[in-house]
């Protein structure tokens, strides 16, 4: 069965944390991706990578940063946390970027206070 | 540009009525795919269909049907005879390098 993971399903951090949101995917997928979810919003690209060490910023890429060092994780950052940053942050995997089926993970409700 | 459209929030129908979701998109390509996807309650996407352009061919499986109409730039999406367990958050995506989302539709089943 083809599982993408994510680390933490609840986080609750508070303002100017450092957070570290963890996604591993079993499928040898080139392509990860870090999207936010906001109510009425839709998915919103955050950052997504194509391969190892490589990463694109997608449509709302500020206050976030990314690493790939390893093809099966990708990791995203907050650096600096921020109320408004509280979302639904999905991660997700596919073979071939908006071209194939994409695979999701849980989710993580990030709530920052 | 690319764009999604869902103009459809919210959905509320009783069990075993037939509910059409909407999907209009934009695009200048002539190469691209369309998708839908359920998120029930639980949180994760489930995919569900993916088309591509070259393939105007509806789709059927089980109580689930889609309407692909370049024409019209429609992807639409129909269940027939509804239940409670199909209430979710549909999402519609157009791609290509990337997946456009569509916000979403709301679906609510009643009993």
């Known amino acids: 069965d083809v599982k993408v993971t994510q680390s933490s399903r609840y986080l609750v951090k508070r303002t100017g944390e450092k957070v570290f949101l963890e996604c591993v995917q079993d499928?040898?997928?080139?392509?990860m991706f870090w999207y936010r979810q906001d109510p009425g919003l839709g998915l919103r690209l955050i950052y997504f990578?194509?391969?190892?060490?490589?990463?694109e910023k997608g449509d709302i890429p500020e206050g976030y940063s990314v690493s790939r060092e390893k093809k099966e994780r990708f990791s995203l950052i907050l650096e600096s946390a921020s109320t408004n940053q509280t979302s639904m942050y999905l991660c997700a995997s596919s073979p071939a970027g908006g071209r194939t089926e994409a695979f999701f993970g849980q989710g993580t409700r990030l709530t920052v206070v | 540009a690319q764009k999604v459209t869902q103009a459809q929030t919210e959905i509320s129908v009783v069990e075993k009525e037939d509910v059409t979701l909407d999907c209009v998109y934009e695009?200048?390509?002539?190469?691209?795919?369309l998708f839908w996807y359920k998120q029930p309650p639980s949180g994760e996407l489930v995919f569900l269909i993916r088309r591509n352009s070259f393939d105007e061919q509806n789709e059927i499986s089980g109580r689930y049907s889609w309407n692909f109409q370049k024409s019209t730039s429609s992807f639409n999406f129909t269940i027939t005879a509804s239940q409670v367990v199909d209430s979710a958050v549909y999402f519609c995506?157009?791609?290509?390098?990337?997946?456009?989302w569509g916000a979403g539709t709301k679906l609510i089943i009643k009993p």
């Open positions: 499928m040898d997928h080139e392509n």
């Open positions: 695009t200048r390509d002539t190469t691209y795919y």
């Open positions: 990578s194509y391969d190892v060490k490589m990463k």
């Open positions: 995506a157009l791609g290509n390098y990337q997946l456009i």
